[in-house]
């Protein structure tokens, strides 16, 4: 038995329940904080416990949906699996989960973990955890006055990739060809997955592409497929660097408006198999091919994953559709120009006509830059005939955003902030009607607290 361990263990387990009786939130991230400064190898000691090891998923974006499906598929697969579902990704929040699954002895009820991180983390993560799988989304720009440029967290991540153990496997999007450099050395160690359907693709690149310049000669890349944001099938016609032959591929693309999402999954040497998803948009289709390709990294049978990803819930504010006063409010977290763009095209292609609040914060977990708002593709939304409604700390700006988009100034309205918005912005809904709301980090977080208060939805750390 370890003393410290057991110690930082009970610290943070009885810290969490302290927070969470008196109501002060969710005790995600402080408990872990104390386990770290108690004994700061915690999370490397319990996490070494694990016979299956850990996933850890990093990207700008999808992280928590896809380490959901990926905890769902491994669930479904027999697995008992830790997981930081709260979605708090930084050292102590991923420290507090697995104190939470763990004894008072310290412990670990589970086999293998799946754990989300932040961008900035993950390299101090993977440093504690020596992950059996490594999975990387995407890198996109976010929060330039937290983690600066995306060279920044580049060259950070390249730095921990180059310190994983041999045994180590990288399970790589490489339609993102910064991930593709990043991981070009590693040989049979990577397997590299992507979109490989021409109808899903983009007319060009978007104005928010962030990766559109080859990392090796400055050469601006040449695509034959743009499927979001940099993401496609790209070439430098300057030193020939291109998308790499992918392991995992998805094809026959079909989404279904806002309900659901199927492909065709395609490995080189077996048959196809099809896969259906209860999200939309092109992003759950990339995050669903994730877990696809880490499921099979990890040996799980191809009718696990299928059944895993059927049943999947949206992960707490990612298309989360919460019935109140008898509508139906669908919350989809947005945080940068690429995510919003998605968000936009998503519900311009499922032709949407309902009521929309876009909630913007601009508090240190949001970025206290909000100039990202001009980055992003809003004219979609010019020649929509329903009302938008604007609130959260920065709710103005978003307004002043739209106007410039396109938007009639006689169908834009600003409410204010939470939970006000939420009211007023219900008020203005029929019976039956859906209302979609667009929030920032902490304006969802406040949005849910709201919801919860009013007892129609869940603590978010309790799905």
């Known amino acids: 038995m370890d003393p410290r361990l057991i110690l930082a263990v009970g610290a943070s387990r009885l810290s969490a329940a302290a927070i969470r009786r008196l109501?002060?939130?969710?005790?995600?991230a402080l408990p872990g904080?104390?386990?770290?400064?108690?004994?700061?190898?915690?999370?490397g000691k319990l996490s070494r416990q694990l016979p299956g090891g850990c996933v850890v998923v990093a990207g700008t974006n999808g992280k928590t949906t896809t380490a959901?499906?990926?905890?769902?598929?491994?669930?479904?697969?027999?697995?008992?699996?830790?997981?930081?579902?709260?979605?708090?990704n930084l050292v102590r929040g991923i420290t507090a989960a697995f104190a939470e699954q763990s004894s008072l002895l310290g412990r670990?009820?589970?086999?293998?973990?799946?754990?989300?991180?932040?961008?900035?983390?993950?390299?101090?993560?993977?440093?504690?955890t020596r992950p059996r799988i490594v999975l990387l989304l995407n890198l996109f720009r976010d929060q330039l006055?937290?983690?600066?440029?995306l060279d920044t967290v580049a060259r950070a991540w390249g730095e921990a990739l180059r310190a994983l153990p041999n045994e180590s496997r990288v399970v790589v999007n490489v339609?993102?060809?910064?991930?593709?450099?990043?991981?070009?050395?590693?040989?049979?160690?990577?397997?590299?997955?992507?979109?490989?359907?021409?109808?899903?693709?983009?007319?060009?690149?978007?104005?928010?592409?962030?990766?559109?310049?080859?990392?090796?000669?400055?050469t601006a890349f040449t695509y034959r497929a743009a499927f979001l944001s940099h993401l496609g099938d790209y070439r430098c016609p300057g030193c020939g660097f291109e998308r790499p032959p992918l392991d995992v591929a998805a094809s026959s693309i079909t989404l279904e408006g806002l309900e659901r999402l199927s492909f065709e999954v395609a490995v080189p040497g077996h048959d196809p198999w099809p896969v259906e998803v209860p999200l939309s948009g092109l992003y759950n289709a990339y995050n669903a091919l994730a877990a696809v390709a880490a499921s099979l990294a990890l040996g799980v049978a191809t009718e696990q994953i299928q059944s895993g990803l059927a049943t999947m819930r949206a992960a707490f504010g990612r298309l989360e559709r919460i019935s109140y006063e008898g509508r139906s409010l669908v919350i989809v977290l947005i945080k940068n120009p690429t995510g919003l763009n998605e968000v936009v095209r998503m519900l311009a292609s499922a032709?949407?006509?309902?009521?929309?609040?876009?909630?913007?914060?601009?508090?240190?977990?949001?970025?206290?830059?909000?100039?990202?708002?001009?980055?992003?593709?809003?004219?979609?939304?010019?020649?929509a005939r329903f009302p938008v409604f604007t609130g959260?700390?920065?709710?103005?700006?978003?307004?002043?955003?739209?106007?410039?988009?396109?938007?009639?100034?006689e169908r834009l309205r600003v409410l204010g902030d939470l939970p006000g918005a939420l009211d007023a912005f219900v008020s203005e809904l029929a019976p039956g009607q859906t209302g979609y709301i667009l929030p920032t980090y902490t304006a969802m977080l406040a949005l849910r607290r709201a919801l919860a208060g009013r007892g129609v939805a869940p603590a978010f750390w309790q799905q």
């Open 33 to 43: 904080l104390l386990a770290t400064l108690i004994d700061p190898g915690a999370l």
């Open 68 to 88: 959901r499906m990926l905890a769902t598929i491994l669930e479904q697969a027999g697995h008992r699996v830790v997981h930081n579902r709260s979605g708090s």
């Open 108 to 128: 670990v009820r589970g086999e293998i973990a799946v754990i989300e991180a932040d961008e900035a983390a993950f390299p101090a993560v993977v440093r504690q």
């Open 23 to 28: 109501g002060r939130g969710g005790g995600t």
């Open 351 to 383: 032709r949407v006509e309902a009521p929309l609040l876009v909630l913007i914060n601009d508090l240190d977990a949001d970025g206290r830059d909000v100039s990202w708002l001009w980055d992003a593709d809003l004219e979609p939304l010019a020649g």
């Open 175 to 218: 339609d993102d060809p910064t991930l593709a450099a990043l991981t070009g050395e590693l040989g049979g160690r990577r397997l590299a997955f992507g979109l490989a359907e021409q109808r899903v693709a983009l007319d060009g690149l978007p104005h928010a592409a962030d990766a559109s310049v080859c990392r090796r000669c400055g």
């Open 145 to 149: 006055d937290r983690y600066g440029e």
């Open 392 to 409: 959260g700390i920065r709710g103005a700006d978003m307004a002043l955003r739209l106007k410039y988009a396109g938007v009639p100034q």
